[in-house]
């Protein structure tokens, strides 16, 4: 499992710190979780420069909204919903970027990275499993994103999601059947 543990109490000072200006405290909040956001970003809209301007955004925002946080859900619960809105933005927005230059339809972007030689075959599975979660509709990206690849439970991925459980369990089932069928076609 992928994600990290989290202590309630240590972030209330981190995030009481930050908020009286303590500049190296929102510093330990970003350290902690960038890879965090990271991992969904980039899940979502794959290893491109948008997912690493998303990744900065995340935190940006995060430092303008941190006296919002009421500490009723952990603050990664609170990043991360910061996290998939601003990229469920991004892909709203390429969408309509390309929808107006696009006679096919096929309005995502790819960006691969050249494989070396040593990790090629799992460069190559990557790239594959990658290019799958990119054809898959948004609503389905992300439920896959958070469970298998982040790791977080069904309740969890609800929660963030601010989804009913049952919503976050046929959406999974079905990204799994959809991601199954794309990645036979690859």
Known sequence: MIKESYNTAEEAVLVKAALDGNKEAFGDIVTK?????????????GDSIFADDIGQEVFIKLFYSLSEFRGEAKLSTYIQKIAVNLTLNEIKRRKRFFSMFSQKGNNEMYEFEVADQDNEERRDSKELVSKALLAMEP??????????????????TAEILDLPL?????????????????????
């Not at 979780?33 to 809209?45: C, D, E, I, S």
């Not at 609503?139 to 969890?156: A, D, N, P, V």
């Open 33 to 45: 979780y960038q890879k965090m956001v990271a991992r969904t970003v980039k899940g979502m809209l």
């Open 166 to 186: 049952g919503t976050v369990l046929s959406r999974l089932s079905r990204a799994q059947e959809q991601l199954r069928n794309i990645l036979e076609k690859l």
């Open 139 to 156: 609503k389905f990206r992300i439920i896959l994103t958070m469970r298998m690849l982040q790791g977080y439970s069904t309740k969890e």
